[in-house]
Structures are given as C-alpha cells and as structure tokens.
C-alpha cells in the first residue's frame, strides 16, 4: 500500500504482489539521487558557516587594531605613540594643587615647569538691582473699623484663607492682619513667616513667592441690587459667593430694561440710503485691523456674507428671549405677581404684552445686532423685509391685519429701485401696523417693562439658589426680595450668622454690595514663572518685544514666563547666562567669555521702545563688573591670557575657582608610551588566538582521513534519519562528526594565514640605513621583544617580552613608530592589504575579498551574492526537477501495476466461473 498526495494506493489484492516495494525499487535510483544532493547542500551550508566564522574572527582583528575609532588600539596611526605624561610636584609630593589639572596632548614637548598662579580670568558680569518682592495688597486706611474682611494669600505655593478685623489705626489693623499670618509659621525670633507692614505690604522671609486676590468686606448679608436690570443686553450672569473661607459660583439669565429698547432713528439700517456706506466703513476697519495684525483680509463680498450669518444668528437669540420673556409676563405667574388687578386690567395689560413682545422683536433686535458690529447682512429688498417682518408674527390674529397694512404700506411707500428710502419710513410702518406711538411706548416701557424685567430676574436669581443649595453642605442660605433687591443671609447649624461677599465673575459689578467696599486686585511678587506681560514690558501690536545683547537679537512673547525667557537669552548664541536668584531677588546676567574682553552688552533703543531688561532691574540700580584676564607665572615669565587655562608646548594648565592664588607647583612632562606598549600586546594575544582558532579550522582533518577503513560520516537527510532510526543524540553526535574537517588543508583560507605570516616578517628602511621589522625590536640586553615560536606546530605564533619592548621604545621610538604606521610599507598597512584582499564585504562582488566572494557575510549583498550561495541555488534546482521526475515515476509504475491487477481480477472471475460450472456437473 501507498499514499500519494491524496490518492490512496493499494496494490498485490489479486496478484498477491508487494506493489509498493516494486514501484519505490524501480524508482530508486532518482530517489538516491535526490538524497545525494541533499547532503551535498548541507555541506556547503557547513562549509559556508565555517567560512564566516573564519570571516568573522578576521574582521574582528581588524577592526579592532586598523580603526581609528579605537584609538587605544589603532597601531595604523602615530597618535598611540605620541602620549605624554605630565608628573606634578607640589609641596614635596609628587601630586597636584587643589583645584589645579595639568594635560599633555598628543606631540607635546617633554619639558619641565614651573608655576605660580597670580590672578584668575574673570567674566563679566551685570547684576540687577533687587527685585521687590513685596506684594501690596491694598491701603489700610480704607479699612473701615469693626468691619471684617477676607482674602486669599499663598505662599510658596501653599494658598491659606485669611479673615480679620479692621482696627481703629492702621497699626491695629496691621496687627490683627499678622496674627491671622502666622498659620504660615514663625521665624527664630518669633515673627511670622509672612507679615504686612503699615504700607500693607506683604513679605516672606524666606523670600517665597507671594500671590494675593479678592480681598473683599464681610457681612452678615449680601445684596444683589436692582434686580430690574444687568448689563447692557439679555445675558446670563455668574455670581461668586465667599463664604466660610470657600468660593462658590452660581448662574443665573438676567435681563434688563434696555432689552425692549425702540431703536430710534439710524441711517445704517439694512435696506435704507445709508447701509452700503456702513458696511464699507465696518470693512475699511476689519482690513485695517487684519493687516496691522499680519493677516490676509477677506474680500468684501465674503464680509458681507459673513455679515449676514451673524445677522440670522442674532435675530435667532433675539426671538428666542423676547418669547420666553413674554410667557413670563403675559402667563399665570404674572397674574399671580399683579393680585391686585381686575380682569379687565389683565387683558389690557396682556395686549400691552403683545404689543411689546412684538414691539421688541422688531425694534430691539436691531439694537443688538447693530451694537456689536460684526459680519454682515442685508435686507436690501421690501420682500426680504416682509419675510422677516411675517417671520416675527406670532399671532395668527394680527396675521389678516397685517397683511392689508403691508399691501397698503407697499403701495404707498415703496421706492422705484425696491428699498426703503429712510429708516423713519420703516418707523412709520411700524406705528402703523401695531398702532403703538412712540412717545406713549416710551412712557409704557418705563413702568410696565421695567417690573417686567425684575420679575424675571427675580425669579431666575430665586430658582438659581435653590438648585444649588447643595453647594452650602452645613450652611443654611436664606433669599429674601426688598424693593428691588435680593439680600442672602447664611445661619450655621446652631442658627448663628456667617459671614459672606458676593461679587459677579462677569464683569456686572454694579449689582452687587461689596463691588464699593472690595479692595479688588490679584497681585503676585515676581519670580520665574512670572509672564512677561505681568512686568509692564511695552509689546508691539502682535505681542511681541525684543531685548537685544552683545548685539544678537532675542523674540520674546507676552505668554513666556521669566523662566523661558531665562532660557531664551541662555540658547541664544548672546554669549551669555542668565541667573535668577530667589534669595537675593536679582537677575545676573554674565559673560560667557573670560578676560577683559568679556561683554555683557545690552543694546539701549530696543530697551527705550520694550523694556524688557530695564523690568528685570537692569536699571540705573545694576551694577557692572568687567572680566579680568588670568595672569599666570611660568618658569619666571609672566603671561595673562582670557582664560583660566594656558597652554605651552602641548601641556594645559587649567585652574578651578578652588585654585589658591600664589601658590607655585613644578610639573614634568615625558613621554608615556604605556597605551602602545599594552596596544602591541594586546596584538599579540589577539594574533595568537586568531593563529590558533583559523588552524584549528585547517589542520582538523575529516574521520577515516587516514584510515580508509574507518567510518566515514556524510550529512543526515531527513530521508537518512528515517531509515537509520537515530535518536536526537545520535543525531546529534552524527552532525558533529560530519562537521570535522569541513575547512581541511582549504586552499583559500590557508592563502590568507600564509600573507598574514608573511607580513609579521616584514619591515622598513630604519634610521640607519638597515632593514628593521618586528622581530628587530630588542631591548637593552639584546633581548626580542617578539619572536615567532620556534615550534612549527604553533603555526607562526607570537611570544611577547614586554619590558623589552619598554626600553626598545625609551631607547629607538622612531623606528618602531615607523614599523607599525609608515603608510606604504608599515606593518599596519600590509596588515591592512592583506585583510581587505580576504574579508572586504563593500562594492561589487570582484572587489570583495576572497572569502566573502566564496561564502559572504550574514547581512549585506554578499550574503546573496558568493559562490556557496550560488552553488546551493543549483543544486536546489536539480533536486527539484529530480523529486519532480521521481513523482512521475511513481504515478507511471503504479498505473502499469493497476492495470495488471486488473487483468488478474478478470481471469480469477473466469477461473471461478469454470471451476463452480465443472463442480456442478460432477454433482
């Protein structure tokens, strides 16, 4: 039996023949083949896994010792032998002063001296006058006596509520205001950390930063007043209310009388002679304004279409107020509100309603929309006018009136081009139309409108206080309406008064009872989270301000706190620092430079138009400092140099702040040839390690080299595991075994080590005329500093005596410097050629070295593009035309055999048919 892909095979059923050993025998010769050339791929993938390692290991070497990057090994260059090594002696000791470096760079000069420091450079510095920290929070004299007050203070951060009790002096007072201070702490001498003086200004003595706001009187009640207006429009006012040292915030809708305002004569109105002039001059002003501010205006049509969206937008809101106004006043409520009233006086005063409402949303519409002097729109056609006009007619009752009076108004007063000739036509229409004059609206408006507008108001300030009473947790809030007012009380819970304030958030001071008395301010002493616009610096018409030092213009915006400007000058290119010191409350700014050159240099015209400095306290009160040079004694020669760091022959002397004036040290300075002694043994290890590692590659011979009759190990195919039955450890040991040899006696790679060898015999013409290379190098008793082994079977390998190669290097440096980096025949270099002709892996293929071309690298093109690589792609290719033709194979054998198993069938039909018919007839 045989499975093949999906088709099952059975085969030998009438034959009674083994089908499937048949078939797999006949096909067995491309079946061997096939496995043949599987191993031969794993070989190769062997042998090119062997190769990069060698690759690899060779890289590494020169790359370690042939780059510049690694300066403590790279023997290409002079550098590593060109060190120096400056010994200081102070004081007897061999060590240096305090606050004293000595450096000697590469190609210094050996040399000895002596030194005495005179006089350190300095910077040039301008420190400002200090900055006056102290907040004042208001004039005490204003305090009333017996009154109390509040205010918010913090203090480093921490935000504490004060309430205190004006005295009948100044002092008093003062005195009160300290002892509620001292919730901040006291110092050693038992004052407050934080105090107001009789000026009331307020200071910290630890210099913290100080912010204060809404200071405001106490009461045992609060009143909102004239509860028959706010503002100038229908608004919505918020109200701050402080109350046990916690400020909570109430909204309410306010209205005032001014809302139902006729409007009046105005030319500007849309539709009349006057409206192209007004919206030329609203778009003369906006392109003014836009190009001042670096804009690009809109052209005129989009301004007037503009115009037109606020337009609808306005009118919207408008109707929106006017009918929840008027619910109010013509609904229940008001007739509640109006008790008093007869029947007949109520459906008076429900026409007056209408008439009002109606008045309103014709007339006080314009008020609005024309006050705010935005965008535009025109109602430059009768039509457009009538739409509008039928659009505010709420009551179906006037609607037939209506529409006579327009026709009638239409015929009569309708100019040729189709627009109203002056608004006072218009005005006309409407006394018309509603029968309302003017004059009696007036006197209408004053009474009736105005108890309208308080009852509103009344009652939104009632319902705002009732859904927020939550807001007060232990406190009871209490409104009572007197006249035209609405006064709070608050009870604790043993029914005692709380002090209270209210003030508005929004700007409608004028209703509200500590608007006269507050002492209102919000002051903050500076420090570096201060805004510039907080410093009185003048910013330009896009708020901007320029500060100019040293000459390098600096940008700074009003939003940038004293922080980011700080760092703003710092990174400017100025050649400066800036400092901010919060104990001295000043700003220094210093040079970068050092010496008498040193500049600190701020420019005065940008200052006379911004200020910016000036606010810092770079004024007349600043005071200047010039760098000096440093002055410096060496071997009894007196040199003075912008610097706190001198340099002679290749050795720097560098001083500290902590360097003592006057005292004298003597310093050394010889070669140092330690970092090329260790390099060059470091070189040795690493080539002996190389020599023996690659070998170790080459001299391994396969198993049965030598021995024909021993085992011989080929590469496991999965076919091969299947039939030998090997266990993974088999398998493994197996692998290990056909590993070895892999890169015996290679040609390719024994050429590379043979240049290698080759180049550690090389040398250079010496100083004397004679040929010197590495194993000339000897020390004083006549001792190789290296050699090669003379054991043949270390391959080359290196020994290394160090102190020989010490004293070559003190004794002869020239020659060895010149060995390891002459740049046509040095070591180094021939070292150089001859890994780049075996392990380059850059530019094309032919350019690489040998190996790479052979088995390439794991990255890069070389790992697509090596002879391994392309001989594994080909037998890649064979294989699969092979398993394609044993495939084939397979199908035309079992084919044959199924026919014949047929033919069996069909004779043992027959056989039986003879057999049962014989068997039949003997019975």
Not at 168 to 187: P, R, Y
Not at 845 to 850: F, R
Request: glycine content about 8%; aromatic content about 10%.
């Amino acid at each position: 039996m045989a499975v093949n892909g999906t088709n099952l095979r059975i085969g030998g059923l009438h034959s009674g023949l083994d089908t499937e050993a048949i078939v797999n025998a006949m096909s067995a010769a491309t079946k061997q083949r096939i496995n043949n050339n599987k191993r031969k791929v794993k070989k190769l993938e062997a042998q090119q896994a062997a190769y990069r390692d060698v690759i690899s290991k060779l890289q590494g070497f020169q790359n370690k010792y042939l780059n510049v990057v690694n300066r403590n090994f790279f023997l290409k260059g002079t550098t590593i032998f060109n060190q120096n090594k400056p010994v200081t002696t102070f004081n007897g000791e061999t060590k240096t002063p305090n606050g004293v470096s000595v450096s000697s760079g590469t190609g210094a000069l050996p040399g000895n001296y002596t030194v005495t420091l005179k006089h350190q450079a300095t910077q040039a510095t301008l420190k400002s006058a200090a900055a006056d920290m102290n907040v004042k929070f208001g004039d005490l004299d204003a305090l009333a006596d017996g009154e109390r007050y509040a205010f918010f203070v913090s203090v480093g951060g921490t935000k504490k509520y004060i309430e205190f009790e004006a005295g009948a002096s100044v002092a008093e007072t003062v005195e009160n205001i300290n002892e509620k201070l001292e919730v901040f702490g006291k110092t050693n001498l038992n004052t407050g950390l934080v105090t107001v003086d009789t000026e009331g200004k307020l200071s910290s003595a630890d210099k913290s930063q100080i912010s204060v706001s809404g200071i405001v009187n106490l009461s045992e009640t609060a009143t909102i007043r004239n509860l028959n207006g706010f503002g100038e429009t229908a608004d919505y006012t918020y109200v701050d209310i402080l109350i046990d040292g916690e400020i909570k915030t109430i909204g309410f809708n306010t209205l005032n009388a001014g809302y139902f305002d006729i409007l009046g004569e105005d030319d500007a109105k849309p539709g009349s002679a006057g409206y192209d002039a007004y919206i030329t001059g609203l778009y003369d002003d906006y392109v003014t304004e836009t190009e001042n501010a670096g804009g690009t205006p809109i052209t005129r049509v989009q301004y007037e279409s503009n115009f037109r969206t606020k337009y609808n937008s306005i009118l919207a809101e408008f109707n929106n107020a006017a009918e929840s106004a008027y619910n109010k006043l013509a609904g229940a409520e008001y007739d509640d509100w109006k008790d008093t009233a007869t029947p007949t006086d109520k459906a008076d005063l429900r026409a007056q309603a209408l008439a009002a409402r109606q008045e309103t949303q014709t007339n006080g519409f314009w008020t609005k929309f024309f006050d705010e002097h935005k965008d535009a729109y025109t109602y430059a056609t009768v039509e457009d006018m009538r739409l509008a006009c039928e659009s505010n007619t709420a009551d179906p009752a006037l609607q037939d009136i209506y529409d006579a009076a327009w026709d009638d108004f239409v015929n009569n007063e309708l100019t040729t081009d189709g627009t109203f000739t002056a608004y006072n036509e218009f005005d006309a229409y409407k006394q018309f139309i509603y029968g309302v004059n003017v004059e009696s609206f007036e006197d209408f408006k004053t009474g009736f409108i105005g108890d309208a507008v308080r009852y509103v108001n009344e009652n939104n300030v009632i319902d705002a206080f009732k859904a927020n009473s939550a807001l007060f947790k232990d406190i009871t809030i209490s409104l009572e309406i007197v006249g035209d007012d609405a006064v709070i009380t608050a009870k604790d819970e043993s029914d005692n008064p709380v002090s209270l304030a209210i003030s508005s958030k929004n700007g409608v001071s004028a209703n509200f009872d500590n608007a006269d008395d507050a002492l209102k301010l919000s002051a903050t002493s500076v420090t570096t989270s201060t805004k510039l616009s907080e410093l009185g610096v003048d910013f330009d018409k896009n708020g901007q301000a320029t500060v100019k030092i040293n000459g390098k213009e600096i940008n700074l915006t009003g939003n940038m706190t004293v922080a980011e400007m700080v760092n703003a000058i710092n990174n400017s290119g100025a050649g400066v620092t800036l400092v901010f010191s919060p104990i001295s409350n000043t700003f220094t700014l210093t040079s970068k430079d050092y010496g008498t050159t040193a500049k600190t240099e701020i420019d005065s015209e940008t200052e006379d138009e911004f200020g910016i400095m000036r606010a810092l306290g770079f004024n007349g009160g600043a005071v200047y400092t010039p760098g000096e040079n440093m002055e410096l004694e060496i071997n009894g020669e007196t040199v003075e140099v912008a610097s706190n760091a001198y340099t002679i022959n290749g050795t720097t002397f560098s001083f500290s702040p902590q360097a003592v004036i006057g005292e004298t040290f003597e310093t050394t300075v010889s070669r140092d040839y330690s970092t090329a002694v260790n390099a060059i043994k470091s070189f040795v290890e690493d080539y002996n390690k190389l020599i023996e590692e690659v070998y170790g590659y080459l001299k391994e011979a396969p198993p049965g080299y030598s021995d024909p009759s021993a085992a011989k190990y080929y590469f496991l195919t999965d076919d091969d595991i299947e039939e030998m039955g090997l266990s993974e450890r088999q398998i493994e040991q197996w692998e290990i075994a056909a590993k070895k040899g892999i890169l015996y006696n290679d040609s390719t790679v024994s050429t590379v080590m043979e240049k290698m060898r080759a180049v550690m015999y090389s040398g250079i013409t010496a100083s004397d005329g004679k040929t010197f290379g590495l194993y000339s190098i000897r020390g004083n008793d006549g001792t190789s500093a290296i050699t090669a082994a003379s054991d043949y079977k270390k391959n080359g390998m290196l020994e290394f005596d160090e102190q020989a190669l010490i004293e070559a290097l003190e004794r002869n440096p020239d020659d060895i410097i010149k060995l390891f980096t002459d740049t046509e025949n040095g070591l180094m270099k021939k070292l150089e050629d001859t890994l780049n002709f075996a392990v380059k892996s850059t530019g094309a293929k032919d350019d690489m070295g040998i190996l790479v071309q052979k088995a390439g690298v794991s990255t890069g093109l070389s790992a697509i593009s090596n002879d391994i690589f392309s001989r594994i792609a080909d037998l890649n290719e064979i294989i699969s035309k092979l398993e394609d033709r044993y495939e084939k194979q397979q199908d035309r054998y079992w084919k044959i055999f199924s026919r014949m198993e047929g033919q069996f069938s069909q004779l043992n039909s027959q056989s039986s048919f003879i057999t049962n018919m014989f068997s039949s007839m003997n019975g």
